[in-house]
């Protein structure tokens, strides 16, 4: 039970800090009569500054948010398997059930959103994309960067075919230093909650030498049957 405890709270702030990564903010918000910027699949726009956006040119929406809160949150679930075994469960549970209680408060807050049975099928929905994002991450930490470059270029880049290579493999070269990173953390600051994610610009020079990987993007290998398909976009509403 006492495990239980400390895991709740470390991990409200681990999400907390996956989730500053790419935090945003809808000014419109709470003004009535005031329409929200919307992309052409129907996502509200809101306003947010930092690598993910000006450097990657991502959109800040809810679903971009969410996706690089995921891919975060994703590094530390990794790092939860060296706890053990009899522990990392309830730490795994909790840090998604944290990301729940986020992404509700951002639906209500942020994109008006007043419907209980409106924010549970976009949870579901979340949550469906959270176990294709496991699958198609982990498949690219055994089969290679080219595998982790297709499922980030799917998960964070929404598939984007004009997307600027360049920007998935810096996205590929941070995830790797981060798990490295993570690696060499006690265990007992992790279960701590103290745990800062660096600056992804850093990855910038060590991926403009030419990668293989990125010669072909176009011949990268597919993830998982699991993972495809769960970045489509949550329409009207987000």
Same mark, same amino acid.
């Given at each position: 039970?006492?495990?239980?405890?400390?895991?709740?709270?470390?991990?409200?702030?681990?999400?907390?800090?996956?989730?500053?990564?790419?935090?945003?903010?809808?000014?419109?918000?709470?003004?009535?009569?005031?329409?929200?910027?919307?992309?052409?699949?129907?996502?509200?726009?809101?306003?947010?500054?930092?690598?993910?956006?000006?450097?990657?040119?991502?959109?800040?929406?809810?679903?971009?948010?969410?996706?690089?809160?995921?891919?975060?949150?994703?590094?530390?679930?990794?790092?939860?398997?060296?706890?053990?075994?009899?522990?990392?469960?309830?730490?795994?549970?909790?840090?998604?059930?944290?990301?729940?209680?986020?992404?509700?408060?951002?639906?209500?807050?942020?994109?008006?959103?007043?419907?209980?049975?409106?924010?549970?099928?976009?949870? #579901?929905?979340?949550? +469906?994309?959270? *176990?294709?994002?496991? !699958?198609?991450? %982990?498949?690219?930490?055994?089969?290679?960067? $080219?595998?982790?470059?297709?499922?980030?270029?799917?998960?964070?880049?929404?598939?984007?075919?004009?997307?600027?290579?360049?920007?998935?493999?810096?996205?590929?070269?941070?995830?790797?230093?981060?798990?490295?990173?993570?690696?060499?953390?006690?265990?007992?600051?992790?279960?701590?909650?103290?745990?800062?994610?660096?600056?992804?610009?850093?990855?910038? #020079?060590?991926?403009? +030498?030419?990668? *293989?990987?990125?010669? !072909?993007?176009? %011949?990268?290998?597919?993830?998982?049957?699991? $993972?495809?398909?769960?970045?489509?976009?949550?329409?009207?509403?987000?």
């Amino acid at each position: 039970m006492t495990e239980t405890y400390v895991a709740f709270s470390a991990c409200e702030q681990l999400v907390r800090e996956c989730g500053q990564q790419a935090d945003y903010k809808v000014p419109q918000a709470g003004e009535k009569g005031v329409q929200i910027p919307e992309t052409k699949a129907g996502e509200h726009i809101g306003v947010g500054t930092g690598w993910w956006y000006d450097d990657l040119g991502l959109t800040p929406t809810f679903n971009t948010w969410t996706q690089i809160t995921y891919l975060h949150m994703y590094l530390l679930n990794v790092r939860f398997r060296m706890l053990p075994v009899t522990i990392a469960p309830t730490w795994q549970q909790h840090l998604l059930d944290h990301f729940f209680y986020s992404a509700e408060d951002r639906m209500t807050l942020m994109h008006n959103i007043a419907a209980q049975s409106i924010r549970n099928r976009y949870l #579901k929905d979340l949550f +469906v994309q959270w *176990r294709g994002l496991l !699958a198609g991450y %982990d498949e690219g930490l055994v089969k290679g960067d $080219a595998v982790l470059a297709t499922a980030i270029w799917r998960n964070v880049f929404k598939a984007d075919e004009n997307v600027d290579w360049r920007g998935v493999g810096e996205v590929v070269s941070y995830m790797r230093g981060v798990l490295k990173g993570l690696e060499g953390i006690p265990d007992e600051d992790i279960c701590k909650g103290n745990v800062e994610f660096g600056n992804p610009e850093t990855e910038r #020079k060590g991926i403009l +030498v030419r990668s *293989r990987m990125m010669d !072909a993007p176009g %011949d990268l290998a597919g993830g998982t049957p699991e $993972a495809e398909g769960q970045t489509k976009a949550m329409k009207s509403s987000l």
